[in-house]
């Protein structure tokens, strides 16, 4: 397995702590979620399909993650509890988009 590699900032110095301030008990919990969410390797895969198509429909899923969909709606449930993705129903399947705001916060913190 690769390393994740260090990020640097234009001078050379190592990446800036997560926050400039302790994260509150409310704020710890809402990014503990974004995280568990995305801890799981199948909702992760999932997440960045969703987010590197813009949407994605739930009936597009099924054979890239070689998952059923009744196992598809359960990891894009956990995803949408999470704030990071929320769906949209046409017709039958639901359509899938990625919450810039809370992709950003995320991203913004780590």
Not at 67 to 82: V, Y
Request: aromatic fraction near 6%; hydrophobic fraction near 40%; charged fraction near 25%.
């Amino acid at each position: 397995m690769e390393s994740i590699p260090e990020t640097r900032n234009s001078d050379g110095e190592c990446c800036a702590p997560i926050s400039t301030e302790a994260l509150s008990e409310i704020d710890a919990a809402h990014y503990a979620r974004s995280f568990a969410a995305l801890g799981d390797p199948v909702r992760l895969r999932l997440f960045s399909m969703i987010a590197s198509e813009g949407e994605a429909c739930s009936c597009n899923l099924e054979v890239p993650l070689m998952r059923s969909q009744p196992t598809i709606s359960h990891h894009t449930k956990i995803l949408a509890e999470a704030g990071l993705i929320q769906g949209e129903k046409r017709g039958r399947w639901m359509w899938w988009r990625v919450v810039p705001e809370n992709l950003r916060a995320v991203k913004d913190l780590l």
